[in-house]
């Protein structure tokens, strides 16, 4: 196995803090980036690296680039992991918590992808793993924002995909079911939040007490499958496009895929039922 020079944001907790401490495990260089670096204390012990990092702040993903060039002269892999959901109705979210989620999930993603691309292109070599979710390719009853953020991060990882592969640099989709984090309650804490005193608030308490219930039954995969899921594309010869782990993720595609639209839409409702 080669060992390689790891760039993972959102390394603080869930899915992030999971891959980072596997990786580093498995003798990588791992930088783990995130606001909460005394989150990341334990990566040391395998030769990891917390440093602070802000996504939504240029001057923090500048030094946080450079520390890791300059440390290491190149960045094999960067790994997209930061994000986070705010669920509410449409009509509801107001505007400047839509562009924050866009900012943090979209955004902030693709400026630290051109930060670190031209040193990979001088490399011809490297690697960006884009955190994306099934719901990239589906909606959820009153996931709009977030949803709208993970398709775009499919249609820029494509794009990518197709604009790097002159340059020898591979981009890979993770595609994660639900996983069972502290993200799912937060999200439903949006909701319920957002709905109040609104003609979406019975539902939307409905729908949240259902997403607190699901986050705290078994149903749910672990972290840690997503992050076996990245380190297989880390470590993959050829890595594939698209990683889909948690469960019932290729499942649920399918189902989104083969049914008519108004059907799939039925089904979504009956969650906030």
């Given at each position: 196995?080669?060992?390689?020079?790891?760039?993972?944001?959102?390394?603080?907790?869930?899915?992030?803090?999971d891959a980072?401490?596997?990786?580093?495990?498995?003798?990588?260089?791992?930088?783990?980036?995130?606001?909460?670096?005394?989150?990341?204390?334990?990566?040391?012990?395998?030769?990891?690296?917390?440093?602070?990092?802000?996504?939504?702040?240029?001057?923090?993903?500048?030094?946080?680039?450079?520390?890791?060039?300059?440390?290491?002269?190149?960045?094999?892999?960067?790994?997209?992991?930061?994000?986070?959901?705010?669920?509410?109705?449409?009509?509801?979210?107001?505007?400047?918590?839509?562009?924050?989620?866009?900012?943090?999930?979209?955004?902030?993603?693709?400026?630290?992808?051109?930060?670190?691309?031209?040193?990979?292109?001088?490399?011809?070599?490297?690697?960006?793993?884009?955190?994306?979710?099934?719901?990239?390719?589906?909606?959820?009853?009153?996931?709009g924002w977030?949803?709208?953020?993970?398709?775009?991060?499919?249609?820029?990882?494509?794009?990518?995909r197709i604009?790097?592969?002159?340059?020898?640099?591979?981009?890979?989709?993770?595609?994660?079911?639900?996983?069972?984090?502290?993200?799912?309650?937060?999200?439903?804490?949006?909701?319920?939040?957002?709905?109040?005193?609104?003609?979406?608030?019975?539902?939307?308490?409905?729908?949240?007490?259902?997403?607190?219930?699901?986050?705290?039954?078994?149903?749910?995969?672990?972290?840690?499958?997503?992050?076996?899921?990245?380190?297989?594309?880390?470590?993959?010869?050829?890595?594939?496009?698209?990683?889909?782990?948690?469960?019932?993720?290729?499942?649920?595609?399918?189902?989104?895929?083969?049914?008519?639209?108004?059907?799939?839409?039925?089904?979504?409702?009956?969650?906030?039922?």
């Open positions: 196995m080669n060992k390689k020079v790891i760039l993972v944001t959102g390394a603080s907790s869930g899915i992030g803090y980072a401490l596997e990786l580093a495990r498995q003798g990588h260089k791992v930088y783990g980036a995130a606001r909460r670096v005394e989150k990341m204390e334990p990566l040391k012990e395998f030769g990891g690296v917390p440093i602070k990092m802000d996504v939504t702040d240029e001057e923090s993903m500048q030094a946080g680039v450079k520390q890791v060039l300059e440390a290491e002269g190149h960045i094999d892999v960067l790994i997209n992991n930061a994000g986070y959901g705010y669920f509410g109705a449409i009509e509801n979210v107001p505007m400047e918590e839509a562009k924050r989620q866009l900012d943090v999930n979209l955004f902030g993603l693709a400026r630290l992808i051109q930060l670190v691309l031209p040193s990979m292109r001088e490399r011809k070599s490297g690697r960006i793993i884009n955190v994306s979710s099934v719901v990239g390719k589906s909606v959820l009853l009153f996931g977030y949803c709208v953020s993970k398709y775009a991060v499919e249609a820029l990882s494509d794009a990518l604009e790097l592969k002159p340059f020898g640099i591979d981009v890979c989709i993770i595609e994660p079911s639900g996983i069972k984090t502290e993200w799912g309650h937060i999200a439903a804490d949006h909701l319920a939040e957002s709905s109040k005193g609104t003609p979406y608030e019975k539902t939307g308490e409905k729908m949240a007490k259902t997403m607190h219930w699901g986050f705290n039954t078994n149903y749910l995969s672990s972290p840690d499958c997503v992050a076996k899921a990245i380190k297989r594309a880390v470590n993959a010869r050829r890595p594939r496009t698209r990683y889909r782990p948690g469960m019932g993720a290729n499942t649920m595609l399918f189902f989104h895929t083969i049914l008519p639209s108004r059907w799939w839409d039925a089904i979504v409702r009956v969650l906030g039922k």
